[in-house]
């Protein structure tokens, strides 16, 4: 083995976990506090139980925020456990990594804008088509 | 007024959200203990969930790290074509790992040398599936559920190279 790559690669995963961790750590407290403060009946008010409308409100939350993946996955977990629709986490998980209006302006200069105006629109749909579709097979198998 | 403006370029977004967070939990801490009692147990319930896999999560990015690289992707997705090329974006996508602009220069090349926009979309969409965070999805998700999202997003990512394909062919990129 490389000693270098090996110092190379390990410092590369130790920092992309490092650098979200103040992000991790702040999403994480402010889910507890939701969990205390926010009762379990205001979700319900925001997603209505219509798989199609709470795949939408999902994919639009994802796609407006951004960040490490692992966020997503304890957002939607914890979420998931308030009792808001699978569809809907799933929707969001996929917006969040797929969606990139952050990287936007960059990938318009170095891609293309119709190309990265198409791929983020064609992603976003599939967001909740991605939803619908994995939860119902889920469902059968 | 310099003051403030020099202040919000001093601490970031990150740095000011977890700053409110702790504000907010010894202001609960000082008014009602009790209940920061009961938040702090909440929240260290979740951390204590995930801490073991942040391990886990570490190993298997250093092991990306070490033997994914753009150049080896750019080599193999050179030398293949056609369904070849396919597996190579979608493999490619969900092995790569780090920042996206750190991809950009390895797409950017792709695109000059002539190769189809549609295989830089599935690229980008595929590097949605994150090996190393699987253990983590797995603790809140199930199995089947993992395998599901999976297959299905690898689909969608084809799917979504082939309308841009289509789009480039028609001449609306």
Same mark, same amino acid.
């Given at each position: 083995?490389?000693?270098?790559?090996?110092?190379?690669?390990?410092?590369?995963?130790?920092?992309?976990?490092?650098?979200?961790?103040?992000?991790?750590?702040?999403?994480?407290?402010?889910?507890?506090?939701?969990?205390?403060?926010?009762?379990?009946?205001?979700?319900?008010?925001?997603?209505?139980?219509?798989?199609?409308?709470?795949?939408?409100?999902?994919?639009?939350?994802?796609?407006?925020?951004?960040?490490?993946?692992?966020?997503?996955?304890?957002?939607?977990?914890?979420?998931?456990?308030?009792?808001?629709?699978?569809?809907?986490?799933?929707?969001?998980?996929?917006?969040?990594?797929?969606?990139?209006?952050?990287?936007?302006?960059?990938?318009?200069?170095?891609?293309?804008?119709?190309?990265?105006?198409?791929?983020?629109?064609?992603?976003?749909?599939?967001?909740?088509?991605?939803?619908?579709?994995?939860?119902?097979?889920?469902?059968?198998? | =007024?310099?003051?403030?403006?020099?202040?919000?370029?001093?601490? #970031?977004?990150?740095?000011?959200?977890?700053?409110?967070?702790?504000?907010?939990?010894?202001?609960?801490?000082?008014? /009602?203990? /009790?209940?920061?009692?009961?938040?702090?147990?909440?929240?260290?319930?979740?951390?204590?969930?995930?801490?073991?896999?942040?391990?886990?999560?570490?190993?298997? =990015?250093?092991?990306?790290?070490?033997?994914? #690289?753009?150049?080896?992707?750019?080599?193999?997705?050179?030398?293949?074509?056609?369904?070849?090329?396919?597996?190579?974006?979608?493999?490619?996508?969900?092995? #790569?790992?780090?920042?996206?602009? =750190?991809?950009?220069?390895?797409?950017?090349?792709?695109?000059?040398?002539?190769?189809?926009?549609?295989?830089?979309?599935?690229?980008?969409?595929?590097?949605?599936?994150?090996?190393?965070?699987?253990?983590?999805?797995?603790?809140?998700?199930?199995?089947?559920?993992?395998?599901?999202?999976?297959?299905? =997003?690898?689909?969608?990512?084809?799917?979504?190279?082939?309308?841009? /394909?289509?789009?480039?062919?028609?001449?609306?990129?």
């Amino acid at each position: 083995m490389n000693k270098v790559k090996v110092k190379q690669s390990a410092v590369k995963a130790f920092k992309s976990i490092w650098n979200s961790s103040l992000l991790l750590l702040s999403i994480i407290m402010l889910i507890a506090l939701f969990n205390s403060f926010i009762p379990k009946s205001f979700y319900s008010k925001i997603f209505t139980g219509n798989p199609l409308i709470d795949s939408i409100i999902g994919a639009v939350v994802g796609s407006v925020l951004a960040g490490n993946p692992i966020t997503s996955y304890i957002i939607g977990g914890e979420l998931l456990k308030q009792g808001i629709s699978l569809i809907a986490i799933i929707a969001f998980i996929v917006a969040w990594v797929t969606v990139g209006l952050i990287q936007f302006p960059a990938e318009s200069i170095i891609l293309g804008k119709n190309f990265a105006l198409i791929r983020n629109l064609t992603s976003f749909v599939f967001a909740i088509i991605v939803a619908l579709l994995s939860v119902s097979i889920w469902m059968i198998l | =007024m310099k003051f403030v403006s020099e202040l919000k370029e001093k601490i #970031s977004f990150t740095k000011a959200f977890f700053i409110t967070m702790l504000l907010i939990y010894l202001l609960i801490a000082f008014f /009602n203990f /009790n209940k920061f009692i009961k938040i702090a147990n909440f929240f260290s319930s979740i951390i204590f969930k995930i801490l073991p896999v942040l391990v886990l999560i570490f190993i298997l =990015m250093f092991l990306v790290n070490y033997f994914v #690289s753009p150049k080896l992707i750019l080599k193999h997705f050179n030398k293949a074509g056609g369904l070849v090329g396919w597996i190579i974006m979608v493999l490619g996508g969900v092995l #790569s790992s780090g920042p996206i602009y =750190m991809w950009y220069p390895l797409l950017a090349d792709l695109k000059k040398k002539g190769v189809k926009q549609g295989f830089i979309a599935t690229f980008l969409y595929n590097r949605a599936i994150k090996v190393p965070l699987m253990p983590l999805f797995l603790i809140y998700f199930d199995f089947k559920m993992l395998l599901v999202l999976t297959f299905v =997003m690898i689909v969608f990512s084809i799917i979504q190279g082939l309308i841009i /394909n289509y789009l480039e062919d028609e001449k609306v990129l």
